[in-house]
């Protein structure tokens, strides 16, 4: 009875989504109050009611209801708690229900917090933004029904994806989740503005919070996921370009370029038409990944379904959203005026330059992730494209922008001079150059590569302190003085360093994590001694130790100084698989990662890794994620730009 109600709140949903996505808009147009103020109403019940229908799903699989085709097909009674109700989002259509879950939650944040938008521009918002879950809850109800009924039911479940079975699926899915749905914020603000034929500077900052949203949970989302595939898959590796992964990275940097073009339009009132196209593309590219990760065209750990069924509503989906906005702008775009100009030499085109390149690197991995898919389709060949892709193309890409990322803040608005801007960080520049200096010394044979990604990490670091430093004017008021302004700094400002330096973070560590790690693999038998990077380890076999729905083979590893590692292998029941734990040592200079295989003559398969400072991958990610969420937190972005509404609506169209 719970999983009917669940399926009659998702048709319901459907049915308040459709009204959302009509009424608002055409009351906006006329200029009819109350049709426009549906749309607040309409959002909130749409979201209490997928909330109604998730919570039913959830019910279904903490109770083992297996007359549920998705139940039966994703679950086992014998799966522990943590996994039964994790388990709601690892398959197709719970995910896709967290995925609707996101969309009106968002909806009902603008309406519940939007009240500083105009009206008719809320409304035109809210309407896209229904109609965007009318297609998402057709889809569900359609083809992807979460709450299908089997009969008989079977006594017992298929059990979940035993990869799937780990602490990460309780974060990494909804942290993505909220970072692709928040991302349709920006999309309906974009679409609702085109609709008005204006954008104005207080259009950024409604729409950057929202975006500042998305990207951070984004942020944590990928880095989360990339931590999880480390850790869980036993390869030691942090990042595979595999195409689903590249489908979370490509609206991730045009969300990144967004934020930053948003600012201009803001301070500038410039760049309207390249922010609008933007926001467009970041949740079109949201749509892609969902279509790559559900539709079968691609195999891969992350997707979900091989049903060229429900592919084929996505791809038509995707091509009326993305087409019907581009339409739109094609249309309006021409139309809308420029506003300040600015030198070749300013903190605006820095942010230009910035752009630029962020889109030059997000059209390269686009390429690279459908290009296989293309030429199979056409000519039936079979091509993969992998890191040295990606090496050759996107990474130096990453040079000139982590120079601009550097050296931009330092630029004044509207006109500066690249000469006093260099003066400002020949300090960053003398460390970055001495830092990798030290490195070539300290290291024999060090990778070219490797040494780059050092020199521009101290760069962008120091240069981020430098401009810190001038903002509370610590040459002229003082350690104590400096301190004092720094507890005031707007936290916009204070956000934007914390991002910037926790990008320098990571480049030093996927830096040292792929130019100087060290690996021993092969068969160690017991009593079998191995040296790597200072660390001493000793096999002292395995034992065959129970868990609560597998049986795992248990290695013990004594290491001198450490203690005892303990890899995995785990052999699951239910369904049956086999998967590697492995046991990591972890310090900030490094991680000791150690694997245990299959028994092969008479010892056993092992893999050891030393991978130096790779956790400062995953700290300088969740460093720029919390930049994201301080400048979130800035009152500027909260309270809004102050409008008049009735001005505001009486405005005519440029």
Do not use: C
Not at 15 to 39: F, W
Request: proline residues 6%; aromatic residues 10%; positive net charge.
């Amino acid at each position: 009875m719970i999983a009917e109600l669940g399926h009659f709140a998702l048709i319901l949903a459907f049915i308040v989504a459709l009204v959302q996505g009509i009424v608002p808009m055409a009351g906006a147009a006329r200029g009819h109050g109350p049709s426009m103020k549906l749309a607040d109403t309409a959002a909130v019940l749409q979201f209490l009611l997928v909330a109604g229908a998730f919570a039913a799903l959830v019910h279904a699989y903490v109770t083992s209801d297996f007359s549920l085709v998705n139940v039966y097909s994703n679950s086992h009674s014998q799966k522990p708690m943590l996994y039964k109700v994790t388990g709601v989002w690892g398959n197709h259509e719970g995910s896709l229900l967290l995925w609707a879950l996101m969309l009106t939650l968002f909806g009902a944040m603008v309406a519940l917090f939007g009240r500083n938008l105009p009206d008719g521009f809320r409304a035109r918002a809210l309407a896209v933004q229904g109609l965007v879950g009318v297609g998402f809850l057709a889809f569900m109800i359609f083809t992807s029904n979460p709450f299908a009924r089997i009969d008989p039911a079977p006594l017992e479940g298929n059990g979940l994806n035993p990869i799937l079975q780990d602490p990460g699926l309780a974060f990494h899915p909804p942290f993505l989740y909220a970072g692709y749905v928040g991302i349709s914020i920006a999309f309906s603000f974009a679409v609702a503005a085109l609709i008005e034929g204006r954008v104005p500077p207080s259009w950024a900052r409604w729409v950057r919070p929202w975006t500042l949203a998305a990207w951070s949970a984004l942020t944590i989302g990928i880095s989360g996921g990339s931590y999880w595939a480390y850790y869980e898959l036993g390869w030691g590796g942090f990042w595979f370009w595999d195409p689903v992964e590249n489908a979370s990275l490509m609206p991730w940097l045009a969300a990144t370029a967004l934020l930053h073009s948003a600012i201009v339009v803001e301070k500038r009132d410039t760049l309207k038409s390249w922010t609008i196209l933007l926001a467009i593309l970041a949740f079109s590219l949201s749509l892609l990944g969902t279509f790559l990760v559900r539709s079968g065209v691609l195999t891969s750990v992350h997707a979900f379904a091989s049903d060229p069924t429900r592919g084929f509503f996505i791809l038509i989906f995707l091509l009326a959203v993305t087409g019907g906005a581009l339409t739109l702008y094609a249309i309006r775009a021409p139309a809308l005026k420029a506003g300040g100009l600015f030198q070749t030499v300013s903190r605006e085109s820095s942010l230009v330059l910035n752009n630029l390149l962020l889109a030059t690197a997000t059209a390269t991995v686009l390429l690279g992730t459908l290009y296989p898919l293309i030429l199979d389709v056409l000519g039936g060949a079979k091509v993969s494209v992998g890191p040295p892709y990606y090496n050759a193309t996107f990474m130096p890409i990453m040079v000139p922008l982590i120079l601009a990322l550097g050296i931009g803040p330092l630029l004044p608005w509207k006109r500066g001079s690249l000469v006093t801007a260099l003066a400002k960080v020949k300090l960053a520049a003398a460390l970055a150059v001495l830092g990798g200096i030290a490195i070539v010394l300290a290291t024999t044979d060090a990778p070219v590569l490797a040494v780059l990604g050092f020199v521009l990490a101290f760069f962008l670091g120091g240069a981020v302190l430098v401009e810190l430093a001038q903002r509370v004017q610590l040459a002229k008021l003082g350690p104590v003085g400096a301190f004092r302004r720094l507890v005031t700094l707007p936290r916009g400002a204070m956000g934007m360093s914390l991002a910037h330096f926790g990008m320098a973070v990571s480049v030093i560590g996927i830096a040292a994590a792929t130019g100087f790690s060290q690996e021993h693999l092969g068969v160690m038998k017991v009593n079998d001694t191995v040296d790597i990077a200072g660390y001493s380890l000793t096999f002292r076999g395995v034992e065959d130790v129970p868990g609560p729905n597998y049986a795992a083979t248990r290695g013990r590893f004594e290491v001198e100084g450490v203690g005892t590692l303990s890899p995995e292998t785990r052999k699951f029941r239910a369904p049956p698989m086999e998967t590697t734990e492995a046991s990591i040592h972890s310090t900030p200079i490094g991680d000791l990662y150690v694997v245990v295989g299959e028994k092969t003559g008479p010892g056993y398969a092992t893999r050891i890794y030393w991978k130096p400072f790779v956790m400062w991958i995953w700290a300088g990610g969740l460093m720029m994620a919390f930049g994201g969420l301080v400048s979130l937190s800035d009152r500027r972005l909260r309270v809004g730009a102050p409008v008049r509404r009735a001005a505001a609506q009486a405005q005519p169209a440029e």
